[in-house]
């Protein structure tokens, strides 16, 4: 099964979209804050992580995905 990472401050919509996934089969991990998030997309744990790279204290995200910092293991993809 498909394990879909979202990495967002705003819970309504991450709740939202998280309704949206798992009615359509996917299995969703959900992180509200920016250091926990990173950890998760780095655990390779899940198979995509959509992010929110304008989120409060997320330059690590950025980093992440922009490559300043990315590693092999990161699945997320911006």
Not at 8 to 18: H, P, W
Not at 32 to 39: D, K, L, Q, T, V
Request: glycine content about 6%.
């Amino acid at each position: 099964m498909t394990r879909i990472l979202l990495i967002d401050d705003d819970a309504a919509l991450t709740s939202l979209l998280r309704d949206y996934l798992e009615n359509d089969g996917f299995s969703v991990r959900v992180e509200n804050a920016a250091a926990r998030g990173i950890e998760a997309a780095l655990s390779g744990e899940v198979s995509v992580a959509v992010v929110d790279v304008m989120m409060p204290r997320s330059s690590t995200v950025s980093k992440c995905c922009t490559g300043s910092a990315r590693r092999a293991s990161c699945p997320s993809s911006c």
